[in-house]
Structures are given as C-alpha cells and as structure tokens.
C-alpha cells in the first residue's frame, strides 16, 4: 500500500483542486495530511473528504517535522511526499506500485505547472525535470515516493526550516531515482506573486547561501520576504 502523506497549513484555496484529483485515484492508498495549526477552513474542508481514506494528524509547524510526523503512523510499505497544491494523475499510485515492484526504491514524477502554462513556467519545469533525472536531486513539489523502509533507514527529513528535500535527496543518488513519464502538478503561485524570473533569481541565490553555510532559519525570513509566501 502506498501512503501519501500531505503537509498543510492554511491551505484552504488549493485543497479543492486536489480533492478532486485525490478522489480519482486508482489503487491501493491511504491519505496522511499533517496540520501545521491552520487558523483558516483547512481542517474543516480535509474532514469533509468523508468519501477518501484520510487521517488528520497535527504536528508542530515546519515542512520536514509535519513530513517526518506523518510517516511516523504511515501503515504503507512506500511513502509519496506530496504538497497541497499538487494536481496528481489517476494512475500515480499504479504506476509507484509498479516501480517498486521493479526494484526502485525511490522516485518521483515529470513536474509541470498546472495553473501557468507560459513560455516561461514551461521552460523553468523542463529544467527542473533535467536536474531530477540526470542530477537525482528531487524537490518537494515533484512528488517524492520512497520504500518506508528505506525513509527509515535515511533518518527520514533533516529537521531544518528549508532546503530540506534538496539536502535529502544528496542521500538518495545512490539508489539511483526513476523519474517517472507520469505528470504531477504544481502551482505557479510563488513565482507569480513575487515575480517569474525574480523569483529563480531568489531560489538560486538561497541555494547558493545554503552552500555557504548560511542558515535556514535566515534563508527561510528571507524566502518568505521574496515571495509572500506563507
């Protein structure tokens, strides 16, 4: 069984359009949100989804713990990482099923943007496909699936503030990743709101501070400065 484990805090404008694709899945699955105390319609929308096979867990704020929280009570033998603004195939649970049948014990989706199908958005989501394919390393919105066993084994998330996934996923090259043809979306909504191009500019720059040594917590004020984010 493939447990999905979603993070949310004040997500009740992106949660309808992934109810939606949640609700058509095929498979074997269960459905993991972790709140990070939500003051909005978040939880009460979740607890409406009485048709899905949904746990609510609360945790502490922050990505990685609320990741890290779910996978702690997953009943699933593959963990899939997905965020709450992701659109997601009907057929994803199938073909992770499939993957790890094959002997992959990690993966992830081909990224596009769901809500922006500009030139640009295209160009920054073709680049993203070529750095996880090639380069192995998977960001968060790619929909990262993973053997439980295997999470474990890795110590699961790094407990920081950002960068998260991309120091995770240095751990998982030599498990050689698939990158599945299947789509996952995501939205555009950051780059919009602090500016396309800006908002790379912003993302490598943080990037390049992580490799530095600068610390998330500073990286974090300063992601959230750049983008409005939440």
């Known amino acids: 069984m493939v447990s999905i484990i979603i993070p949310v805090l004040n997500e009740e404008k992106s949660l309808p359009a992934l109810f939606t694709s949640l609700s058509q899945l095929q498979g074997d699955y269960e459905i993991i949100f972790v709140d990070g105390g939500s003051a909005d319609n978040t939880l009460t929308l979740i607890a409406q989804q009485t048709h899905l096979p949904i746990t609510i867990v609360n945790s502490i704020r922050g990505r990685a713990t609320q990741m890290n ?23 994803s649970v199938l073909c992770i099923t499939k993957a790890i049948a ?3 014990q990690v ?13 640009s958005m295209k160009t920054i989501s073709f680049f993203s496909n070529i750095r996880s394919k090639y380069f192995y390393s998977i960001y ?52 919009e ?9 912003l993302m490598q720059s943080i990037k390049s501070a992580y490799r530095r040594g600068v610390s ?15």
């Open 107 to 119: 993966g992830a989706f081909t990224l596009y943007f769901h809500d922006n199908t500009s030139l």
């Open 140 to 191: 968060g919105d790619q929909g990262l699936f993973i053997s439980s066993s295997l999470f474990k084994n890795l110590n699961k998330f790094p407990l920081q503030s950002l960068m998260e996934d991309y120091e995770f996923s240095k751990l998982l090259k030599p498990y050689n990743p698939i990158i599945l043809k299947q789509k996952i979306g995501t939205s555009a909504r950051r780059f």
């Open 69 to 91: 929280k779910g996978s702690e009570i997953a009943t699933g033998d593959t963990l899939w990482f997905i965020h709450s603004d992701s659109i997601i195939d009907s057929q």
């Open 216 to 230: 998330t917590d500073k990286l974090l004020e300063l992601y959230q400065r750049g983008t409005n984010a939440n």
């Open 102 to 104: 094959q002997n992959y």
């Open 193 to 201: 709101k602090g500016g396309i191009w800006k908002t790379v500019l």
